[in-house]
């Protein structure tokens, strides 16, 4: 178990609606990042955010945004689906930028 | 900007055989490397990290990687495999200012009885 709880598992949704992933970092880490990972590209780091703060952005669609509470727990919202979005989106958080990242067991997302 | 490179999307070692995945690396900064694991229908787990210091770096599970500054390598290792190490392998770098970690495109790898 590595401490870092998404939700839900899976989520099946249609092409145009909107979803909220949610992840909560294991305690005592201050960075949460997301990535999604699809067969065809991989492993894609999506977006970093420290103790509230946006830190780094990676191939992160505008379709897409996500947050960092001061609870430290972190929602990725998906909107406009599509059906290249369905994917494994995974949640992990670290102690500081250079840590090993402790990752969740993802959300598996199916857009129809 | 920094980048990893694994040869070899599949590889199949009988069990007991010598375990060899390779990584890599493009870094223009000293780079923090890592192994990561993931077993079907779960998150991602750390085998080992290379910050600094001894350049052959032991994980969990009896695997080992070194990093070879020389060859831009961190090639994963392990003596002997089991059937339980069947699974994806991620090699992946952290290297510049936005610490971001970034993954290679995974190694498959089956273990034949």
Known sequence: DSGVTQTPKHLITATGQRVTLRCSPRSGDLSVYWYQQSLDQGLQFLIQYYNGEERAKGNILERFS????????????????????????FCASSVEGTSPLHFGNGTRLTVT | AQSVTQLGSHVSVSEGALVLLRCNYSSSVP??????????????????????????????????????????????????????????????????????????TGTLLAVQP
């Not at chain 1, 001061?70 to 059906?83: G, K, R, T, V, Y």
């Not at chain 2, 192994?35 to 210091?53: A, F, I, S």
């Not at chain 2, 994963?76 to 290679?104: Q, R, W």
Request: charged share 15%; glycine share 8%; hydrophobic share 40%.
């Open chain 2, 31 to 104: 780079p923090y490397l890592f192994w990561y694991v993931q077993y079907p229908n779960q998150g991602l787990q750390l085998l080992l990290k290379y910050t600094t210091g001894a350049t052959l770096v032991k994980g969990i599970n009896g695997f080992e990687a070194e990093f070879k500054k020389s060859e831009t390598s961190f090639h994963l290792t392990k003596p002997s495999a089991h059937m339980s190490d069947a699974a994806e392998y991620f090699c992946a770098v952290i290297g510049g200012a936005t610490n971001k970690l970034i993954f290679g």
């Open chain 1, 66 to 89: 996500a947050q960092q509470f001061p609870d430290l727990h972190s929602e990725l919202n998906l909107s406009s689906l599509e059906l290249g979005d369905s994917a494994l989106y």
